[in-house]
């Protein structure tokens, strides 16, 4: 099993962590899969406005054309999930951004979530990303802290505090679960939930999770999502997270004290992955980005 990981972001130093955090979930998630990443060619080195957002999508189309072949799932690794429906079409293969696979999580029965990510400017297109997912106004918190996600990758350990308090905010505001979304953000749940007192899922555990799930549907029946701070089992009788009157154990030995995951949540799966696009289309599409970018490099 083969996992594209592509990050949207120029940063290398984003694309590292993310590799890194990602090898360390598969087994922890209860999956095993050989992954590949690669960084974006051009483009912001953090996307944190509407205009590098718009220049990522082009990249990852890019990045999907060099490097898809021979991959067996592929995952957009940075939140906000740029040029995510334009990749899909594209694949061939099951394809998942960060932000979609972590809003199943809200259609598991939830009445709210929140989203906690970094820099302000993301607040307003995540609603809208939540929005044109079909998400209903409200049901998804979208909440910012100021440092943008570089920042945050830059000193993880510095931002967890200020995650931490706009992880609990959202949860006084209503959220059953709270994902922390972003690259930068990759591996800081179990830190961001033991200083808040809060399940928190990293969307990243949300992604491989679910692009594992609809590539080898039975192979990835592995024990479920895992919020740090709470447990959100593996279906109807798991064990952890409080739902059996015992103590809560999470990602990272989160141990008590803590909110409890919703029973409900179980494996997060994401539909949008489950039914890969035609293999055809993913001969000319391609080849046409790639004449698409040399036209571009004769203009210039």
Request: proline share 6%.
């Amino acid at each position: 099993m083969k996992l594209l990981l592509i990050n949207g972001n120029t940063d290398p130093a984003i694309t590292a962590r993310v590799r890194h955090h990602a090898q360390a979930a598969l087994p922890r998630l209860g999956l095993s899969a050989e992954l590949h990443a690669v960084t974006a060619r051009f483009g912001a080195r953090y996307i944190a406005s509407r205009a590098s957002a718009a220049i990522a999508g082009h990249a990852v189309l890019e990045a999907l054309a060099d490097h898809g072949a021979g991959m067996d799932g592929i995952i957009i690794a940075c939140f906000g999930d740029p040029g995510l429906d334009a990749a899909k079409e594209l694949a061939g293969v099951p394809l998942v951004g960060m932000a979609e696979a972590s809003l199943a999580v809200a259609r598991a029965g939830l009445r709210r979530i929140g989203f906690i990510t970094g820099g302000a400017a993301w607040v307003p297109m995540l609603e809208e990303f939540c929005l044109s997912r079909g998400l209903p106004a409200g049901q998804v918190l979208v909440r910012a802290v100021a440092p943008d996600g570089a920042r945050i990758a830059a000193d993880p350990e510095g931002a967890v505090a200020e995650l931490a308090e706009a992880v609990r905010a959202a949860a006084r505001d209503g959220a059953e679960a709270v994902v922390l979304g972003g690259a930068g953000l990759a591996g800081l749940a179990p830190a961001v939930a033991a200083a808040s007192g809060v399940a928190v899922l990293d969307s990243l555990d949300c992604a491989l999770l679910a692009v594992m799930q609809a590539a080898v549907p039975v192979r990835a029946a592995g024990p479920g999502l895992r919020a740090a701070g709470g447990v959100a089992g593996g279906g109807a009788g798991a064990r952890g997270g409080g739902a059996d009157g015992g103590p809560q154990r999470g990602a990272g030995g989160v141990d008590g004290g803590v909110m409890p995951a919703p029973k409900n949540l179980g494996m997060v799966a994401c539909p949008a992955a489950a039914t890969p696009r035609p293999r055809s289309n993913t001969t000319a599409q391609p080849s046409m980005i790639r004449r698409s970018r040399r036209s571009d490099t004769r203009r210039a």
